[in-house]
């Protein structure tokens, strides 16, 4: 059953208040990674969900560097190529390239121009949606670079601040997160 296994994934997950400043709850995945039979559940549960939502994805891009963790391993069970979004001066060439805000910080994104072809079919993946700054980012970018955009997967999305809202296309997640803004928060 996949609630059965959600419910295993939620059980491995960490959280730390006031990392990486004052009032934000920080979601640690990183116990999925670290234990093989959570990953496999993760790949699994992400590979049924795009198969239901998505047809025909040519292009998986991860938003560095949680988006990393996962996104390559997706790809190669969708038989869809790997795409990186990276923060700056990490990529060579002809660059499309983007500032935004996200939960906690500003920041920058890069993308090889040469990297999406005209019409491709585009997936974004990356483990949390929170304001939505860094998945708009990227949104823009693969638009820039004339994509077909199809639509987010995420690990866990932080429904109080509403980030879906912003995105350029569909958006699905494995499970939610926090509901409510934690005590101190900006967004409270
Ligand atoms: O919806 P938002 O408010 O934009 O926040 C979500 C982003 O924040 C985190 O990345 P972060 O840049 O902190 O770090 P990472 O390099 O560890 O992935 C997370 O992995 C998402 O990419
Ligand atoms: N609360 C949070 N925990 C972990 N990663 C995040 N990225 C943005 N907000 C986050």
């Not at 795409?83 to 983007?98: E, Q, S």
Request: without cysteine; charged residues 25%; glycine residues 8%.
């Amino acid at each position: 059953m996949s609630t059965d296994r959600i419910q295993f994934l939620r059980s491995k997950l960490a959280q730390y208040p006031d990392f990486p400043k004052k009032g934000i709850l920080f979601e640690d995945i990183m116990p999925i990674f670290s234990d093989p039979k959570s990953f496999g559940i993760l790949i699994d549960l992400l590979v049924e969900l795009i198969q239901k939502e998505f047809k025909e994805i040519d292009v998986v891009v991860g938003l560095e560097a949680r988006g990393f963790l996962f996104g390559p391993t997706l790809a190669l069970r969708l038989n869809a190529g790997f795409v990186p979004v990276r923060k700056p001066n990490k990529l060579p060439g002809d660059l499309a390239t983007i500032t935004f805000k996200k939960e906690y910080d500003e920041d920058a994104f890069a993308m090889q121009k040469s990297s999406i072809k005209p019409g491709q079919r585009v997936l974004i993946v990356d483990d949390i949606l929170a304001t939505g700054g860094t998945a708009l980012a990227a949104d823009e970018l693969i638009l820039q670079l004339n994509g077909s955009l199809l639509g987010h997967v995420f690990l866990m999305e932080l429904g109080f601040l509403e980030g879906r809202k912003r995105l350029k296309a569909p958006t699905f997640t494995l499970f939610s997160g926090q509901s409510e803004a934690p005590k101190g928060s900006e967004f409270a």
